[in-house]
């Protein structure tokens, strides 16, 4: 019985930190669609790499991607980001996931664009929960009709 036991635990732990993972991507984009920076802050390590192939590359990593990405939002009337299809691989205290986002970004004069693809994040286990290391962002599609997202720099390398 106690083999039972230890792989019950061993599948709740697995099954538990999944759950916060996916709790890491709402406070992502939650905090993006509501202006708190520091809930963004919240999901990623300091140093973690970015690499969207929607916006220029980022030397610095984090803190550049999230200075750029404040620039755009405060122009911006309105954002809302969905995510779904996620698929979380946890290994001991890292763990891999592919998720699919769809965002739509409105203007205050209500032209709008909206992107989606793919984010491939490596993240790892810290004592504040699972942050994000690493993320890759790659575009699905866009859609562009009255050029905001040209006009805000973003949509294309």
Not at 62 to 84: C, V, Y
Not at 144 to 157: F, I, T, Y
Request: charged share 25%.
């Amino acid at each position: 019985m106690p083999e039972r036991q230890t792989i019950e635990a061993a599948t709740a732990q697995v099954l538990t930190d999944k759950l916060a993972i996916q709790e890491n991507l709402s406070r992502y984009v939650f905090g993006f669609d509501t202006r708190d920076y520091d809930m963004v802050r919240s999901v990623f390590l300091p140093d973690a790499t970015i690499d969207y192939d929607s916006l220029p590359p980022f030397e610095r990593g984090f803190p550049e991607f999230l200075e750029m990405s404040i620039g755009i939002l405060e122009q911006l009337a309105s954002t809302q980001h969905f995510i779904g299809s996620v698929h979380v691989a946890v290994a001991g205290d890292t763990a891999h996931c592919t998720s699919y986002v769809q965002a739509t970004h409105v203007a205050g004069d209500g032209r709008m664009f909206v992107g989606a693809g793919r984010y491939d994040d490596d993240l790892v286990r810290t004592a504040d929960g699972w942050r994000i290391a690493a993320r890759v962002f790659r575009r699905q599609w866009g859609r562009d009709d009255d050029g905001l997202g040209r006009s805000l720099n973003v949509g294309k390398r």
